[in-house]
């Protein structure tokens, strides 16, 4: 294959970019529609707070074998902080309990004290984990797992609402069940949490950047892909506003794009948005920021993750486009969040400076219906399809558009 055209510069671009230009020998051109690179995961310096905040907190846990593999290639698994142990500590905002989920890392910990489960779910957390493994193609949450106890609040609906921004009684059942699968159901040594502590963009986006850059591919930023046609199989031009490109014989593409953008693009299913998530940053005094974890599940509350890292607080709220609305009013919002977040951590002071962020439709529909729209991710043999949405079972994460943007060129590489 002598050249191939990767559009879209996300991390599933990145990926599908960084694989295909392993071979010396193929031409890659990265095409993005916007001025940066990293789509949905970026970091930027934000003025009102003044320090470099990302554009939404990201959780990755050390299971997330992708994320560690993409790091080491790019130079960047040094920025990688991983918790010593797979323990999340929780708040519950209506009662002031605090308790915390940990997973014992080996046999010996197990022994010794290392399982720590929230009040009230050892008994039925076993079950519900197995009737989540075995639930019928097409159930919810909800429907997979019939149980409303503790499990339920502490356990399961935030987890549902962290790794499929959607609520139960909306998220499919069956990328839950796969991200248990690669995760818990291994054991504490692939549940530590990772955080990122110079930022997602450094970490992820910069390097991997930097790594084109030796191999001679800059993207193409302003952009965009406007137009696709395909003729007796295979696709044939991809036009860029005034620019017509056709693709002769050995050429190929990859599309590297959120849904909208590509059944905007193609006559092919796609699902619809799914929620927004806002995530509120606070710039507080040093000495209350040091004396907190690097993250928090807080329970009963609007806020769903407290994140630390250095003297900034962020918070994430899932599936909130039932708080925001079309025109949300953010100083409101702001005052409600960090009214949850004083409380949870005794802070009497307020913020130095925050910050609000929508992202909206952060995620694809994850219901059931929206994950079973997903086109073949190889419609002609010279054009792939990637993104974190078509990561095969998984949810859309980091992990899941690393994971399509190698498959992408795995499919055209062979
Ligand atoms: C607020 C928030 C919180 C999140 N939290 C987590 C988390 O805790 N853990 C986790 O693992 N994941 C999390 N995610 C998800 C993660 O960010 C995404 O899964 C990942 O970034 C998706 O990468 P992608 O390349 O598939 O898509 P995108 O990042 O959407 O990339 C698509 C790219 O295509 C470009 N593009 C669009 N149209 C065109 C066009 N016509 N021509 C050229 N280019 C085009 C876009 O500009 C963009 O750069 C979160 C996401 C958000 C928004």
């Known amino acids: 294959m002598s050249r191939v055209h990767v559009v ?192 997602l963009g450094p970490t992820l986006i910069d390097p991997a950047l930097a790594t084109l850059a030796r191999r001679g591919i800059r993207p193409h930023y302003r952009h965009p892909l406007t137009g696709l046609t395909a003729q007796a199989g295979r696709a044939e031009t991809l036009r860029f506003g005034n620019d017509e490109i056709a693709l002769a014989p050995g050429d190929a593409a990859v599309l590297a794009l959120p849904p909208e953008a590509l059944s905007r693009l193609l006559d092919l299913p796609a699902p619809g948005p799914g929620q927004s998530i806002l995530n509120a940053h606070f710039r507080v005094d040093p000495a209350l920021a040091a004396s907190l974890p690097p993250l928090t599940g807080l329970i009963s509350s609007l806020s769903h993750w407290l994140f630390r890292r250095d003297d900034v607080l962020s918070v994430t709220v899932s599936a909130a486009d039932s708080l925001t609305g079309p025109a949300p009013d953010r100083a409101a919002l702001t005052a409600r969040i960090w009214a949850e977040i004083a409380r949870a951590t005794g802070a009497d002071a307020p913020p130095i400076a925050a910050r609000l962020i929508r992202a909206r439709a952060a995620t694809a529909d994850a219901s059931p219906e929206g994950r079973a729209t997903r086109p073949d991710p190889h419609p002609y043999p010279n054009l792939a399809l990637a993104g974190d949405w078509l990561a095969g079972p998984l949810p859309e994460t980091i992990e899941g558009a690393l994971i399509s943007g190698r498959a992408a060129a795995r499919a055209l590489t062979g």
């Open 8 to 199: 879209g510069a996300g991390l599933a671009g990145l990926a599908a970019a960084l694989a295909l230009s392993e071979d010396p020998a193929r031409e890659v051109v990265l095409h993005e529609a916007t001025a940066r690179a990293g789509g949905r995961c970026w970091s930027f310096h934000d003025a009102a707070l003044d320090r470099l905040i990302d554009n939404g907190n990201h959780l990755v846990l050390s299971g997330n074998e992708t994320v560690f593999d993409h790091c080491r290639r790019i130079g960047a698994a040094d920025l990688l902080d991983i918790a010593p142990r797979a323990e999340l500590p929780f708040t519950d905002l209506s009662t002031g309990a605090h308790w915390a989920l940990r997973l014992p890392l080996s046999l010996r910990d197990l022994l010794t004290g290392g399982l720590r489960l929230p009040p009230g779910t050892a008994l039925s957390l076993g079950p519900d984990t197995a009737r989540l493994m075995r639930a019928r193609p097409g159930a919810t949450v909800a429907q997979a797992i019939p149980g409303r106890g503790p499990a339920w609040t502490r356990i399961w609906e935030p987890l549902s609402l962290a790794v499929l921004n959607a609520p139960p009684d909306r998220a499919a059942a069956a990328p839950l069940a796969e991200v248990l699968r690669r995760t818990v159901l291994r054991g504490g040594a692939a549940c530590r949490p990772v955080t990122m502590p110079r930022g």
